[in-house]
């Protein structure tokens, strides 16, 4: 039998761990590097992190799998087993130019099945944490379920970029729930963004792409307090793959899949 509550309270001090020394590094100088382009960041202390993360995982659970953004864990083409899926730093963009905004993302998985979800703001302190079955908290806080809502109502986390000329979804789509949503907001960091729903201060989120390490934790969470997680067509989302990614409240969910996605069929 897999000891969850051990695997959590070690999850959970390891995060914190990791989360002290990503402020020491503020004093320090970055080293910063570019990916995919020049706006695809990564430094030293991403990579410093995730590779801290797999040395504390596969010394006290060596038969466990890991995958993680910067390619130090394991290369996975089944999610068999156990599963750490890991974003040490999830908005690197705010973590280089802003020093905020940015979290430690780690969703746990158990053949496919979400069973931890930890996503940490480091800089405000701010642990959000679920197990499936026993609750979604905020630090010592315990989260209500979602309630519904409805697009006049809700604000919505969405990134500019959807709404302006691009090569995965016509901005007309979504053009008018920019202008019917009470709000929108984009925080950059998917992580935040599925947290911030999780603590009722987003009602839904948006984004035509995402990695798995971007939205494992935060599914999670949502799906714990009774939201909902999908592609923009409304399909289940793949943890091996790139995915669009919608995540919202009840009946808010149904009611932009149906009104301004036209359900999936676009
Ligand atoms: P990152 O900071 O870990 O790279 C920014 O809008 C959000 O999208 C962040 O969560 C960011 O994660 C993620 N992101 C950035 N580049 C991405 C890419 N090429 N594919 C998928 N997600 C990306
Ligand atoms: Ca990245
Ligand atoms: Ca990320
Ligand atoms: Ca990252």
Do not use: C
């Not at 006290?60 to 599963?83: A, S, T």
């Not at 907001?185 to 999780?198: L, P």
Request: hydrophobic residues 40%; charged residues 25%.
């Amino acid at each position: 039998m897999t000891n969850w509550s051990e695997i959590d309270t070690y999850a959970k001090a390891w995060v914190k761990e990791a989360g002290v020394n990503i402020r020491n590094s503020f004093s320090k100088t970055l080293t910063i590097m570019t990916k995919s382009s020049a706006n695809d960041l990564v430094t030293d202390i991403d990579q410093g992190t995730e590779q801290f993360f797999i040395k504390k995982i596969k010394e006290k659970y060596p038969d466990h799998r890991i995958l993680g953004e910067e390619g130090f864990g394991d290369q996975l083409n089944n999610l068999d087993g156990i599963v750490w899926i890991i974003d040490p730093i999830d908005g690197t963009m705010n973590f280089v130019h802003q020093q905020r905004n940015f979290a430690i993302s780690i969703g746990i998985y158990e053949n496919g099945e979400g069973k931890i979800g930890l996503i940490y703001d480091v800089v405000h302190d701010e642990l959000y944490h679920a197990i499936k079955g026993h609750g979604v908290f905020m630090n010592e806080l315990e989260l209500p379920p979602l309630k519904e809502t409805e697009v006049s109502k809700a604000v919505i986390g969405l990134n500019a970029t959807w709404v302006t000329e691009n090569k995965r979804i016509d901005p007309s789509l979504l053009a008018p729930l920019v202008k019917n949503a009470r709000g929108t907001r984009s925080y950059g960091s998917a992580a935040i963004e599925m947290a911030y729903i999780a603590s009722g201060r987003v009602d839904a989120y948006i984004t035509l792409r995402l990695a798995p390490w971007d939205f494992a934790a935060g599914v999670i969470l949502i799906e714990e307090l009774g939201g909902i997680a999908t592609t923009l067509k409304g399909e289940p989302l793949n943890l091996l793959e790139n995915n669009s990614v919608f995540v919202s409240k009840p009946g808010l969910h149904q009611e932009i899949m149906k009104e301004y996605l036209k359900d999936g069929n676009w």
